[in-house]
């Protein structure tokens, strides 16, 4: 039997991988002795903007709107997944801003970043595991 790829599944992991590029930048530059404030600031502005188009993708037209149109029973996990793009682009924002501020070398900076990124990995498994509970029985033979 061929296991067919749910759209909406396909396209959050493609948005999800998208975003593994400056994740993975940002991460570098955390580890590199050579960083500068300027190149981390970059970096972390690069990840804000990238972050908030994301989130942009599914909130408009990505899985939230599919999800609930299967399953109107799990509003509220979506509410919950909704505030959690909210929330975690003010923290972006405060890294953002202490990025300019604060040398690079301080560990205050570096535990925010890494808090942050953190956050997001689970955030993004929580959706992955949303979607997939939501599609699971969907194997394209459907009438
Ligand atoms: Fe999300």
């Known amino acids: 039997m061929i296991e067919q790829i749910n ?5 959050l992991a493609r ?33 804000r ?16 709107e599919a999800v609930l149109a299967k399953k109107p029973n799990l509003e509220r996990t979506v509410r919950h997944l909704l505030a959690e793009h909210a929330a975690m682009i003010r923290a972006l924002d405060d890294v ?3 990025a300019k501020a604060i040398a690079v070398e301080d560990a205050s900076l570096r535990g925010k970043v890494s808090a942050w990124l953190a ?25």
């Not at 759209?7 to 396209?11: F, G, K, N, S």
């Open 7 to 11: 759209p909406v599944v396909d396209a």
């Open 15 to 47: 948005a999800h991988a998208e975003l593994h590029g400056v994740v993975q930048d940002v991460e570098q530059m955390l580890k590199s002795s050579d960083r500068s404030r300027a190149d981390l600031g970059a970096a972390l502005q690069r990840l």
């Open 49 to 64: 903007d990238d972050w908030v188009e994301h989130v942009h993708f599914e909130e408009q037209g990505g899985y939230m």
């Open 96 to 98: 953002v801003r202490d």
């Open 119 to 143: 956050t997001m990995r689970q955030h993004e498994s929580k959706e992955n595991t949303l979607v997939e509970e939501t599609f699971s029985l969907d194997t394209g033979v459907e009438d």
